[in-house]
């Protein structure tokens, strides 16, 4: 079974251009995360979808991000515009238990620079 | 609130050197502990886990005791190589899962 599936792998940007990040859940997991990974601040959840359906965003850092899940197998993480302080590596993640034993399984993430 | 707590690193170690990587946490209830390590350019994945008190997770060597009076899950491994050098977070799940900070380590020949 293929793993979570992100792209791009790299990307880089001039500061105020949209950035979308994209990630491929694997089949038959129902829940997915978004986190941010940077030396100063470590690994910080973004947000996370349960069946498609937003559950917490209160880590989505301000407005210029945004998250989507359309269907069970894509969501999509944009930053509008984006700014310098944005770079980071972005990962995805899923998992299927509904409880709390659940592996989270995660992608080889999205390095985003924003010059 | 529920947090996690890491050793800070980064660790230097010589090859069969003993590794302890400590780990607190705060919780309401009884969570699940985790162990994820990544290694250089890649995401994170699963080392252990351990789902209630008392319980040992391990794999590849590692090993860590969910211990409920001192809400602790230190890592430990006894001989060490220089393929475990990586990023080490320990992590609890409360529907979400919250991470540490995360421990370098690198291990020398």
């Known amino acids: 079974d293929a793993g979570v599936i992100q792209s791009p792998r790299h990307e880089v940007t001039e500061m105020g251009q949209e950035v979308t990040l994209r990630c491929k859940p694997i089949?038959?997991?129902?829940?997915l995360f978004w986190y941010r990974q940077t030396m100063m601040r470590g690994l910080e959840l973004l947000i996370y979808?349960?069946?498609?359906?937003?559950?917490?965003d209160s880590g989505m850092p301000e407005d210029r991000f945004s998250a989507k899940m359309p269907n069970a197998s894509f969501s999509t993480l944009k930053i509008q515009p984006s700014e310098p302080r944005d770079s980071a590596v972005y990962f995805c993640?899923?998992?299927?238990?509904?409880?709390?034993?659940?592996?989270?399984?995660f992608g080889e993430g999205s390095r985003l620079t924003v010059l | 609130g529920n947090s996690v707590t890491q050793m800070e690193g980064p660790v230097t170690l010589s090859e069969e050197a003993f590794l302890t990587i400590n780990c607190t946490y705060t919780?309401?209830?009884?969570?699940?502990l985790f162990w994820y390590v990544q290694y250089p350019g890649e995401g994170l994945q699963l080392l252990l886990k351990?789902?209630?008190?008392?319980d040992k997770g391990s794999n590849k060597g590692f090993e860590a005791t969910y211990r409920k009076e001192t809400t602790s899950f230190h890592l430990e491994k006894g001989s060490v190589q220089v393929s475990d050098s990586a990023v080490y977070f320990c992590?609890?799940?409360?529907?979400?899962?919250?991470f540490g900070q995360g421990t370098e380590l690198s291990v020398k020949p």
């Open positions: 993640a899923s998992r299927r238990d509904r409880g709390n034993t659940g592996e989270l399984f």
């Open positions: 089949s038959g997991h129902d829940y």
């Open positions: 979808f349960n069946n498609n359906v937003p559950i917490d």
């Open positions: 919780a309401t209830g009884y969570p699940s």
């Open positions: 351990a789902t209630k008190a008392d």
């Open positions: 992590a609890l799940i409360t529907g979400k899962l919250i």
